[in-house]
């Protein structure tokens, strides 16, 4: 059974960094679909993945290897024990996904199958590693700055745009020594945070163009299917109709800027009134409360917020 509320709903699913030990635990224990996810998943990887993820150790969890397929893992169980606890298939109106997170998104508007959805985000890992190796950079969170203001920054220290959460935050990409220098504009500019994020490598910029062949070859060798509900794109910030769309928009995220903030904007605008992150953590429900005060923001990321969803279902 197939079901659409008469209110406009989107579900959003988080990227990396929402990672924690024990995350999807309670899922696996209480969900027969969720449970399913779990193994799939790591029947896909040919290890148990679910362990690592459930008791830790956290250090093995952060690497980029685990982290990837774990928080893809947990968001497509929440949605699946979702379906499990309504007994339909509820079709938002829009889908997306923050960065790592669009990989979630395409699972759950049925482009890609769970397993090559997993299969993608490992090359997808295991190719940025290869360029944060080759080519390394960082990247730094700006607070208080608008988007102009970035750009102006960008171009004096030749930092690039990584990207844009909301109006007053952004953030940089681009080698150490530019990151430096941005920082010292943005804090002379009056940016209320210019800092450093401890990640690995500069992630949406020209310095991942290392990994573009790998992740085009890997992408071209996967079944991509049309969206079945409304995808909004990383990149382009609007809805993404065909499989061919799809390819282009993972293509381009590699290296470009996530829009964020214009892909809330887009759904917004569009009538989405209510929406709903699908995986552990808050990180998208306060961006999304931040770029739009009167949007209705409900997290989804354990068995409780399961069945709080299907008592209002």
Not at 39 to 45: N, R, S
Not at 162 to 170: A, D, G, K, R
Not at 212 to 225: K, T
Request: aromatic letters at 4%; a negative charge.
């Amino acid at each position: 059974m197939t079901t659409q509320t008469s209110e406009k709903i989107a579900f959003l699913f988080p990227g990396q960094g929402s990672q924690a030990v024990g995350m999807g635990k309670d899922l696996y224990l209480n969900s027969i679909a969720a449970r399913e996810v779990f193994d799939e998943i790591d029947d896909t990887l040919g290890r148990k993945l679910s362990d690592m993820m459930f008791e830790g150790p956290d250090d093995e969890l952060r690497q980029t290897e685990n982290t990837q397929p774990a928080i893809l893992a947990t968001s497509v169980a929440a949605w699946r024990a979702m379906e499990e606890a309504t007994g339909i298939l509820q079709v938002p109106n829009a889908t997306a996904g923050h960065s790592l997170g669009e990989y979630s998104a395409l699972a759950v508007a049925g482009v890609l199958s769970i397993s090559d959805a997993v299969k993608l985000v490992l090359e997808r890992g295991r190719l940025m590693q290869g360029a944060c190796e080759e080519r390394p950079g960082g990247m730094a969170a700006l607070i208080g700055l608008d988007e102009v203001t970035a750009e102006e920054i960008c171009r004096e220290s030749g930092a690039q745009m990584s990207t844009i959460n909301t109006e007053q935050q952004i953030i940089l990409a681009g080698d150490h020594h530019s990151l430096a220098m941005a920082i010292d504009i943005a804090s002379a500019r009056g940016a209320k945070k210019a800092i450093p994020l401890q990640v690995g490598g500069a992630f949406h910029s020209g310095l991942m163009s290392p990994a573009q062949n790998g992740l085009n070859a890997m992408i071209d060798s996967l079944n991509f299917h049309d969206p079945l509900v409304p995808l909004v794109g990383n990149v382009t910030a609007k809805s993404l109709g065909t499989a061919e769309e799809v390819k282009e928009e993972l293509r381009l995220q590699l290296t470009s800027c996530v829009q964020w903030n214009n892909t809330v904007k887009f759904m917004v605008n569009d009538g989405i009134t209510n929406f709903y992150e699908i995986g552990h953590g808050k990180i998208l429900s306060g961006m999304v409360k931040r770029i739009d005060r009167s949007a209705s923001v409900t997290n989804i990321g354990d068995f409780a917020g399961v069945l709080a969803y299907a008592s209002n279902s």
